[in-house]
């Protein structure tokens, strides 16, 4: 019978680390997502490949698909999540999952974990409008909110939550420099 607690299947997680401490290869991942853009300011992103040590370890079925917009007020039909909505999206997620992962290592059942992510803007640099303000944004906001169940006592809780504030790969890709390169091709 697999170990399971608070829904996360750490057979799995120590099955990882082992395969990761006899291949240390095995630690080396790419996350993959294309998008295909269906006019206006939307576009099809699939997610369907997931590198470790060179190889794809992602099944057929594993294959996503999400639909990006943007707002009317920004030219989109404001039918599917912006690009930012799908940021804060990611860090959500990323905190639901991790803070749940860190209970069930550290033996702390839970009942309740919600995230609200606020990312704050000034769309002046965006649009153009003064090249002064920055087009990324002015500052992000998260706000977790858990409950514990059987005894969980609130310093178990908090631990795992600001363990992953210190691990959480949404959070330090947003909030640590990143190298980013890019490239271009031009079909004829």
């Known amino acids: 019978m697999p170990n399971i607690k608070n829904g996360v299947n750490l057979d799995n997680i120590e099955a990882l680390v082992g395969a990761i401490q006899n291949d240390p290869e095995v630690a080396k991942v790419q996350f993959k997502a294309q998008s295909e853009w269906k006019g206006g300011t939307q576009a099809s992103v699939t997610v369907s490949e997931l590198f470790s040590n060179g190889n794809n370890i992602r099944t057929e079925a594993s ?9 009317a007020v920004l030219g989109g039909k404001d039918e599917y999540p912006n690009p930012v909505e799908y940021l804060a999206s990611a860090l959500c997620g990323c905190l639901t999952a991790g803070i749940a ?45 858990l409950k514990g169940k059987n005894g969980a006592k609130m310093e178990e809780l908090i631990k795992s939550k600001e363990t992953l504030d210190k691990k959480s790969p949404i959070k330090n890709t947003i909030e640590l420099p990143l190298k980013v390169t890019t490239e271009v091709v031009i079909e004829e």
Do not use: C, Q, W
């Open 63 to 71: 294959k996503f698909n999400l639909i990006v917009d943007e707002p």
């Open 101 to 145: 992962t860190n209970a069930a290592l550290f033996g702390t059942e839970l009942e309740k974990i919600n995230v609200e992510v606020l990312v704050n803007f000034d769309i002046h640099g965006v649009l153009g409008l003064d090249r002064s303000k920055p087009s990324g944004p002015l500052d992000l906001h998260y706000k977790v909110t």
